[in-house]
């Protein structure tokens, strides 16, 4: 994941360079390919733990056809002391 002190970073510093349009699109750039790389990032975890956690899913879907279902039936029930 991206470190949020960068993005901050970058967005004052892109404030701080509008009186240069080089510098603020320059900065933009960057900012957007720290975006995109968290964004694959992200997209790869979720394809690794759809993969890893693929049964888990199925049975929860499976489940979640037949008729019947209550999805409060997934949760235990609470007892009050």
């Known amino acids: 994941m991206y470190n949020i ?3 901050r970073q ?3 510093d892109i404030n701080d360079a509008k009186d240069n349009p080089q510098k603020e699109e320059e900065l933009l750039d960057l900012l957007h390919a ?3 790389e968290n964004q694959e990032e992200v997209r790869i975890r979720m394809a690794f733990l759809a993969m890893k956690y693929v049964n888990a899913v199925s049975d929860a879907k499976a489940a979640a056809l ?3 279902f209550c999805r ?3 949760h235990p029930p609470i007892h009050e002391a």
Request: glycine letters at 6%.
């Open 5 to 7: 002190e960068l993005v």
């Open 10 to 12: 970058l967005c004052r």
């Open 72 to 74: 409060a039936s997934l």
């Open 34 to 36: 720290v975006i995109k």
């Open 66 to 68: 037949r008729p019947g």
